[in-house]
């Protein structure tokens, strides 16, 4: 048995990491020089794919005469004060966007005038701010602006000043997901960390990007890092007992060394987790008990350890126990991923439907590239009808990986299904011909699969 996570680092090799916000958020993308379509970009795609091999002189000119035709628009301010910053000119920009605010005062001007400050060590903190706060001035209902200005009050480690802007932010467009890690990070630091959680509980409900989930998992470790007033003295011991545990396999020996620590710490949580977690390696679930609502007792706010006494329940099939912890589990801690599939889980188990998408659909954005999670929410869409959902997650793992049996499999029963169930005649066929096709692919690479030759047949029975 392993443990249900890697979950404890010690202290001496364990660092803090916090990935910052983007300066410039370009979000630039690599590509081809023509759309899916076969025509060619516009000048705005191109420009970006300029930047993004690293061209910014031959971006430039294409992104001049786009602010040109749009000087209000916030993307294109964005793009092109990048490519002044990669191609070397900031300092010529600065002066230019001073010398057009001289002239007309123009809140995209201080705006892209923020960001190329913000671009630069020395003039990162009280000039950009000063830009910011203009643009915000000027335009306050932008929420970039807002956005901006709490960023780089943030990175100046002006935590409670930034707090209002990035609140105001979040609160003028509440669909940007990423606008809410910069708030949880001054939520955190001025020790909010409630506040902090609940941003990154947003965050995850929305869709949130790979590079957003990196950026929020450093942060939640911080939040919730069980040794961050680990006594010193007890160090060694504990790297020994973690060695047992989790090197070793050896839970007795692991279990005696844990015992030392909390006779001089006896309120040390992470070691009662920890604790926990040895009895339950050699089965005494009674004492594991004890260890996991210890550590709840003096750590409240780890969603780790309500996660630790949840699984457990589930181990010793007490379903309806378990679910009140994992619910708490990622309350207080959002970017647990296997508390999410083993709730998802116990939703589909109870039928309920909605909570259980919700579950694996949150899961999904945590684990982009993972296949069981898109296998179940897939299942819980089906059963809701779902079909064009359920395809769209069957297919995201198929195009991955053709070779894939189990879900080409999947995507011939899906359709096998939508053919009985539908009343129209037409949906009836497509489905048929979408579940043919899937089905003798499988056959293709396993001619003896019954299910897919049971399937076929039915397709085939009036």
């Not at 949130?208 to 929020?216: D, F, G, K, L, M």
């Not at 043919?436 to 692919?441: A, F, G, M, V």
């Amino acid at each position: 048995m392993t443990l249900p996570f890697p979950p404890f680092i010690p202290p001496r090799v364990r660092r803090s990491t916090w990935v910052g916000v983007a300066v410039l958020g370009l979000g630039l993308a690599t590509g081809c020089r023509h759309t899916a379509a076969g025509a060619p970009l516009d000048a705005r795609a191109q420009a970006r794919e300029y930047l993004a091999r690293n061209e910014p002189e031959r971006a430039l000119p294409l992104l001049e005469a786009e602010a040109a035709r749009h000087p209000d628009d916030l993307d294109v301010a964005r793009t092109l004060t990048a490519a002044q910053v990669k191609g070397g000119h900031t300092g010529a920009w600065i002066a230019e966007l001073r010398r057009r605010n001289t002239q007309t005062e123009r809140a995209v001007n201080h705006y892209m005038l923020g960001l190329a400050y913000f671009s630069r060590a020395s003039d990162a903190g009280a000039p950009a701010v000063a830009a910011f706060e203009r643009a915000r001035e000027m335009k306050p209902d932008e929420p970039e602006f807002h956005h901006r200005l709490g960023v780089a009050l943030l990175e100046s480690e002006q935590y409670t000043a930034a707090v209002g802007p990035l609140r105001r932010a979040v609160e003028l467009a509440p669909e940007r997901a990423g606008f809410q890690l910069p708030l949880a990070k001054a939520l955190h630091r001025t020790g909010d960390e409630r506040g902090a959680v609940a941003a990154l509980a947003v965050l995850v409900g929305k869709e949130p990007s790979p590079a957003e989930v990196a950026t929020a998992r450093a942060l939640m470790d911080q939040i919730a890092d069980p040794f961050a007033r680990f006594p010193k003295a007890a160090e060694s011991k504990l790297e020994e007992g973690m060695r047992y545990l989790q090197e070793l396999d050896a839970p007795h020996p692991a279990i005696i060394a844990f015992e030392e620590i909390l006779r001089d710490y006896p309120d040390l949580a992470v070691v009662h987790a920890l604790m926990g977690l040895a009895w339950q390696r050699v089965d005494d679930a009674g004492r594991a008990v004890e260890e996991f609502k210890r550590a709840i007792e003096l750590a409240p706010s780890d969603g780790k350890n309500h996660f630790y006494l949840g699984e457990l329940y589930l181990t010793r099939q007490r379903p309806e126990a378990a679910r009140p912890y994992l619910e708490k589990a990622v309350e207080l801690n959002p970017l647990l991923d296997l508390a999410w599939f083993r709730l998802g889980d116990l939703h589909l188990e109870r039928k309920d439907l909605k909570a259980a998408d919700e579950a694996f659909r949150i899961l999904t954005y945590l684990q982009p590239d993972a296949v069981p999670p898109r296998g179940k929410r897939a299942l819980v869409l089906q059963f809701q009808g779902d079909w064009a959902g359920a395809e769209r997650e069957l297919m995201r793992v198929v195009d991955k990986d053709p070779e894939n049996i189990e879900f080409t499999l999947r995507l011939g029963i899906l359709f096998t299904e939508q053919a009985r169930q539908s009343s129209r005649p037409e949906t009836r066929r497509e489905a048929a011909e979408k579940a043919e096709r899937w089905l003798r692919k499988v056959l293709e690479a396993q001619p003896e699969n019954a299910v897919a030759s049971r399937a076929l047949q039915q397709l085939k029975t009036p």
